[in-house]
C-alpha cells in the first residue's frame, strides 16, 4: 500500500476519497468481526483505520459522512440499541396456503365461540405488507418511543430513528392518553430501486430486496442515516391502550387513519370465508401493480369482543391468520447431497444447489428433511412428487415462501443424467462415526453418538450461546467451534470458566487482543445472571422451542421448582407429571422429552455443573393484577353451556390461573357442570369448592 499522506497536506477531494473508503474498510471490519464472528484485520489495525479517520474529519468537519465510522458505535445495530420490554407482546401470525386452511380457520373460530350453525362472521381482510413491524407509543399526544418486534417480548429502541419516518405523526390530536400503534415498516418498489442506485454508486451496501433495505435502514445507529432512506408506514394493529380504539378491527383502523396514520386502502370488511377468499383473489390480481411487497392477506375478525374472547395461542391470536400469496419458483440443478448433524443429533440432508435466483434472493441451498422425502414419500409413506426420487445431478424446482429455507418442489426426471444412482442414506455419521438409527414411526435418522459426537457438542453450545437462548456477546458459531477445536469448552458450564482456565491462552490466539477478549469476558460475566426462560430454551431440550421454554418457566417460577418437577415426572406419571402436560402449549411428546433430557445422568451432571456458575432469576407471574384466580388452580368437569372447554380454560390462563385435568389436594375450585362425575365427587371428598359455571362466571367477572 502506497504511504499515507500527512493528514495536513490531503487536499480536499483527496479527503473525501479516503473517508469514503475507510467508511467501507472499517464497515467491512465490523461486520466481520461482530455479525460474520470472524475478525479480519487486528484491533491494532482496526484502532489506526479509525483514529486516521477522525484525524481526517477533524480537519474536514463538512466532509463527515452520514455512514463515518467515528458515528456508529462500533457493533452490529442490534447489540447496540437499548432493548425495549413491549408492555403487550408483539406476536406473529399463524398461516394459511389453501383454501381449505381458511374455511378451517372460520370453523375453529365459530366451534371456539360455540356460534349456533349457519352464522357467519364478519372478518377484515388486508394485504400482508412485507417488511417489519414497530410499535410506536404515545403518551398524551406525543410520540415517546418506537421499538422493533425483536422476539416479541423484547424489541429494539429505535424511537430516534422512527421520528424520521414521514407516515409516523410525532403529535396527534384527540388520541387516547396511551396508545400504541403497531404496524409495517416498508420501502417501495421504486424509492428501494433509487436507493440501491444510490449506494452502488457511493461503493456501500447493495441490499437484496426492499425488505432488507427497510429494516437495514430503520435499524441505524445514526438516525440521520435512517432519514436518509424512504421508510413508510401503515398502521394495522395496537398494543396498550388507555381507552379502547373502537368496537370493531374496521373502526379502529378508522379511528388510525382519523389520527393521521397511512391505512392500507385495500382493507375490507367480508362476512365468512368465500367473501374472504374473493377479496384474495382481488388483492392477488393487484398484487404487481401495487408498487410495494406484500406476501399474502391478513384475515382478522372484525368484533373486538369476540377478538377478545378467542384470545391467544403461545405466539398467535386466534382471531387472525395470515393467508399467503404462493411461493416463487426457479429451476436448477443438485450438485450434492450433504449431511449434517445438529445438536439434537438429528441427521439433516441439505441440497447444494448451482446458485439461483428466487424472488430476488439467490438460492444455493435447500432443505431435503429426511430420507424418505429424499425418496419421495411423505411421513405416512405416500408417494409424494408422484414417487420421484432425489437424486445428485437431478434438475429440480425450487421454491421460497416467505423466510424459510427454500424447498424443493419437484424433479424433472427427463433431465436426470445416465447412469444416475438414487441416493443412499448413511448408516454411520459422517462427524463421528457412531451408528445410525431411525426410530420405529419416526422419519428422522439420528446420529448415536451423543456427547462422543463432536457435530452435536458443537451444534448443543452454539445454541447455548445464540441470540434467542443466553445471548453470550463476544461468542458465536465461530468462537465456539474455535474453542471446542483447542479443548477448552466441551460443555456450558466450560464456557464460564474460559476466563480463570484460559484467559491468558487466549491473548496468544491470533486475532485476539486486549480489547475483543475483555469484550467477551465482559459478555460472559453479563450473561452469569440468566433469564430462567433463556436457560431452558438454551439446553436445547428437544422439541421444546422458544416459545414453549416461556411458557414453561413461567409455569414454575424458578430453576428449582422447575428442576424438582422434572425430576419428580421422571416415571411419566403423577401430580407433577399431569401439571407439566396441563401447560397449555406443552404436549405430551414435548413433556416426555423434557422429563427424559433430566433423567440421563450425563445431561443432569452437566445441567449441575452449569447452574454452579448461574444466577438463574425467577419469573414474575404474568400481570394479573385485581384478577381473583391468579395462581389458583382450576379444574373444569362436566359440560360448560356459556362457553367451550377451550374458551374456558384460555380464559382462566389470561386471569393467571392454572388449569389442571385432575383433582387434588392442590385444586382451588373445581367449575363443574352438568355431567360431572368422579371428578366432582373427589373434589366434594376432599372438602374443595365446587362452583356451578354460574357462580365461576361471577367469580370472575
Ligand atoms: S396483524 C397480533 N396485519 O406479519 C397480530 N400483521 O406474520 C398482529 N404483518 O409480525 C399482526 N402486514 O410484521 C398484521 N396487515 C397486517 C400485517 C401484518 C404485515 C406482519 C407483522 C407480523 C407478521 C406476522
Known amino acids: 500500500m502506497a504511504a499515507k ?53 477533524a480537519r474536514f468537519p463538512d466532509l463527515v459522512r452520514s455512514d463515518s465510522p467515528s458515528l456508529q458505535v462500533g457493533a452490529a445495530p442490534s447489540e447496540d440499541f437499548s432493548r425495549i420490554k413491549h408492555s403487550i407482546p408483539m406476536l406473529s401470525l399463524a398461516n394459511g396456503f389453501e383454501e381449505e386452511d381458511i374455511t378451517d380457520f372460520d370453523e375453529r373460530i365459530r366451534r371456539f365461540l360455540n356460534l349456533p350453525a349457519g352464522t357467519s362472521l364478519t372478518y377484515t381482510a388486508e394485504p400482508k405488507i412485507d417488511g417489519l413491524s414497530l410499535s410506536i407509543r404515545y403518551e398524551n399526544g406525543k410520540l415517546v418511543q418506537a421499538a422493533t418486534r425483536g422476539d416479541g417480548e423484547t424489541g429494539e429502541n429505535v424511537t430516534a430513528n422512527a421520528r424520521t419516518v414521514d407516515d409516523i405523526p410525532a403529535t396527534l390530536e384527540g388520541a387516547p392518553e396511551i396508545l400504541e400503534i403497531r404496524g409495517e415498516i416498508y420501502m417501495s418498489h421504486e424509492d428501494f430501486a433509487g436507493l440501491n442506485a444510490r449506494q452502488e454508486e457511493a461503493g456501500a451496501k447493495v441490499f437484496a430486496n426492499p425488505r432488507n433495505a427497510a429494516a437495514g435502514s430503520l435499524r441505524q445507529l445514526d438516525a440521520s442515516v435512517t432519514k436518509s432512506r424512504p421508510l413508510r408506514f401503515f398502521a394495522y394493529a395496537w398494543g396498550e391502550v388507555s381507552e379502547p380504539l373502537a368496537q370493531t378491527q374496521s373502526g379502529a383502523i378508522e379511528r388510525m387513519k382519523e389520527l393521521g396514520f397511512q391505512t392500507n386502502p385495500l382493507m375490507k370488511t367480508c362476512v365468512g370465508p368465500d367473501d374472504l377468499i374473493s377479496h384474495y383473489r382481488t388483492i392477488e390480481n393487484e398484487r404487481a401493480q401495487l408498487g410495494y411487497d406484500i406476501d399474502g392477506v391478513v384475515y382478522k375478525v372484525d368484533d373486538l369482543s369476540l377478538q377478545s374472547r378467542l384470545g391467544f395461542r403461545s405466539t398467535t391470536p386466534r382471531w387472525a391468520i395470515a393467508h399467503k400469496f404462493s411461493a416463487e419458483r426457479a429451476t436448477t440443478k443438485i450438485e450434492a447431497i450433504e449431511i449434517q448433524v445438529g445438536r439434537t443429533g438429528a441427521l439433516a440432508p441439505v441440497a447444494r444447489l448451482t446458485p439461483v435466483t428466487v424472488g430476488g434472493v439467490v438460492v444455493s441451498n435447500a432443505t431435503l428433511h429426511n430420507a424418505d422425502y429424499i425418496a419421495g414419500l411423505d411421513s405416512k409413506g405416500n408417494p409424494i412428487r408422484d414417487g420421484r426420487d432425489i437424486r445428485v445431478g437431478d434438475h429440480v424446482t425450487v421454491y421460497r415462501a416467505g423466510d424459510v429455507i427454500p424447498k424443493i418442489e419437484d424433479v424433472d426426471v427427463t433431465q436426470r443424467p445416465a447412469g444416475s444412482v438414487p441416493y443412499e442414506f448413511p448408516k454411520t455419521c459422517p462427524v463421528c462415526g457412531s451408528e445410525v438409527i431411525r426410530e420405529e414411526g419416526e422419519a428422522v435418522h439420528y446420529c448415536t453418538g451423543g456427547l462422543v459426537c463432536s457435530a452435536q457438542a458443537v451444534e448443543k453450545l452454539k445454541h447455548f450461546v445464540s441470540r434467542n437462548a443466553l445471548d453470550i456477546d463476544g461468542i458465536g458459531a465461530k468462537q465456539v467451534e474455535s474453542f471446542y477445536g483447542l479443548g477448552w469448552i466441551s460443555e456450558p458450564a466450560d464456557i464460564f470458566q474460559l476466563r480463570e482456565r484460559y484467559a491468558d491462552d487466549l491473548l496468544k490466539l491470533d486475532r485476539w487482543g486486549e480489547k475483543s477478549v475483555e469484550n467477551l469476558f465482559r459478555g460472559i460475566e453479563e450473561r452469569r445472571t440468566i433469564e430462567l426462560n433463556r436457560l431452558i430454551f438454551g439446553l436445547g431440550i428437544r422439541h421444546t422451542g422458544e416459545q414453549a421454554a416461556r411458557l414453561i418457566a413461567r409455569h414454575y417460577g424458578s430453576w428449582t421448582a422447575f428442576e424438582t418437577a422434572m425430576e419428580a415426572a421422571r416415571d411419566h406419571e403423577g401430580p407433577e407429571w399431569e401439571d407439566l402436560n396441563a401447560i397449555d402449549g406443552v404436549g405430551p411428546i414435548m413433556a416426555a422429552s423434557l422429563v427424559d433430557f433430566f433423567h440421563d445422568a450425563g445431561n443432569r451432571a452437566a445441567v449441575t455443573r452449569l447452574i454452579e456458575q448461574l444466577d438463574v432469576q425467577d419469573v414474575a407471574a404474568p400481570s394479573t393484577d385485581g384478577s381473583p384466580i391468579a395462581g389458583k388452580t382450576v379444574v373444569f368437569t362436566g359440560t360448560l353451556e356459556r362457553m367451550t372447554r377451550a374458551e374456558a380454560k384460555a380464559r382462566a390462563e389470561t386471569l393467571g390461573a392454572k388449569v389442571s385435568g385432575s383433582v387434588s389436594a392442590k385444586t382451588d375450585y373445581v367449575v363443574a357442570g352438568p355431567g360431572a362425575g368422579s371428578k366432582e365427587k373427589k373434589a366434594r371428598d376432599l372438602g374443595l369448592e365446587v362452583l356451578s359455571e354460574e357462580e365461576w362466571l361471577n367469580l370472575i367477572g
Open 5 to 57: 499522506i500527512p493528514v495536513e497536506d490531503l487536499t480536499q477531494a483527496q479527503a473525501k476519497a479516503e473517508l469514503a473508503m475507510l467508511a467501507r474498510e472499517i464497515g467491512a471490519a465490523n461486520l466481520a468481526y461482530h455479525q460474520a464472528d470472524d475478525p479480519e484485520i487486528s484491533d491494532a489495525e482496526y484502532d489506526r483505520l479509525k483514529a486516521r479517520n477522525s484525524a481526517i474529519e
